[in-house]
């Protein structure tokens, strides 16, 4: 076999085993993405009861309470990233971490000191690489979120909220995150989740007016035990859409790869072919030479 | 005759959700029983076993027991949520695992989370009556 053959077919080789682990990375995460989404769905209930109780409580009570309301000098605001503890999922890191970015480099102007959290092994080691510090890392949980890690990370980032920037701890709170839109879309976003921002609003608040709620054992301690866990089931919430949207990334990014290593195989496949060909043609005519040459020397000697 | 509309919702999923005639938890000021009419409440739950007499098609069913870890209750036009970020019908408690975790929690095997998810097995455990 000619050299030029054998290294296309170790080339066909190579690729298809690609192809297996690309495919096989493909079936993983569209299984994994319908769960993902019904765990999405299975938390949209506490969410919604617990918003629909903040709401009442705030609209009620003309509690004031720490996590509630700009403070005047706003010197220090945190960021927490979520990105995906693996890569193979496309755009999905990236995307994320440039949004966070693009939120860090606009809180600069205006001001403030910015201060980084990241979930995720693949959002902590982009900065890592780059010496930037962080103020917290988890990582471990990115494609199934439990609610307690949700706590854990909300614990820390209120903690520090409560201390203030001028003590070393933050007095803004935004979360990036990827909203999961469709199967084939999946959008990076940044919100602002601290201080909470109580919009005065004449409209009737979905699921009808509040009821005079009476509260126990009184409105300010209601809403203190109520907004930390708000920021739990938040941060909970928007851990889930990550996840959902890091299997549909993935997916999306290990169809094209496999189809790609498809396209690879069947040029591959064409090159060997004609490789072959070639071979065999040229051994044709070197039998043929040799033939005519021997029988033009026996014609010579007679 | 009225009927409450109850939701037991824990963080990640809906626990149990359907008509009842009496529902029964322990708030920070001590136990309250909601019925149909009651005036609208927003109050804190301490960790307890809450009590939900049901209600199949108008008639009396079956008494449903679940533990929930802390949590909020709300009630409004006779409609009840019972908010926590961990919720278990009783008699879906496996007491042999909630057994485990207690021996592991009192042995401090959980690091500093330990007291609580000691105090979680314990509420676990005495609500199946072990």
Known sequence: MGAQLRVYRRRIASVSATKKITRAQELIATARIVKAQQRV?????????????????????????????????????????????RGFAGAYNSAAIKQAEQLAS?????????????????GASYYRFRGIELAGVWSGFSDNPQYGNAAEVADAVIADFEK??????????????????????QTAVAARVLPLEIEESTEPPTGGAFALYEFEPSPAEVLDALLPHYIKARLFNALLQSAASEHAARRRAMKSATDNASDLIRQLTRLANSARQAEITQEISEIVGGANALADANAGSE | MAELDVALVAADREVW????????????DGEVGIMPQH????????????????????????VLRA????????????????????????DQIDAARAQESLTTAQAGGYGADSEAAAARAELRLRAVGR
Do not use: C
Not at chain 2, 39 to 58: A, E, F, R
């Open chain 1, 41 to 85: 769905a299975a938390s949209t209930p506490y969410a919604r009861e617990i918003t629909r109780a903040v709401s009442a409580v705030a609209s009620h009570s003309n509690a004031k309470h720490p996590l509630i309301g700009e403070r005047p000098r706003l010197r220090r605001a945190a960021i927490v990233l979520i990105t995906a503890d």
């Open chain 1, 106 to 122: 606009l809180l600069r102007d205006e001001g403030k000191e910015v201060v980084r959290y990241v979930i995720g092994r693949k």
């Open chain 1, 164 to 185: 203030g920037g001028e003590d070393g701890g933050v007095d803004e709170l935004h979360v990036v995150s990827t909203e999961f839109v469709s199967m084939l879309t």
């Open chain 2, 17 to 28: 959700s359907g008509k009842a005639s009496l529902v029964v938890a322990k708030t920070a």
């Open chain 2, 39 to 62: 005036q609208p409440i927003l109050s804190v739950m301490n960790p307890s076993v809450i009590t939900i007499k049901t209600l199949v098609d108008g008639a009396p069913g079956e």
């Open chain 2, 67 to 90: 533990v929930v870890h802390g949590g909020f209750l709300s009630v409004a036009d006779n409609r009840v949520s019972l908010l926590s970020e961990a919720a278990e019908i009783v």
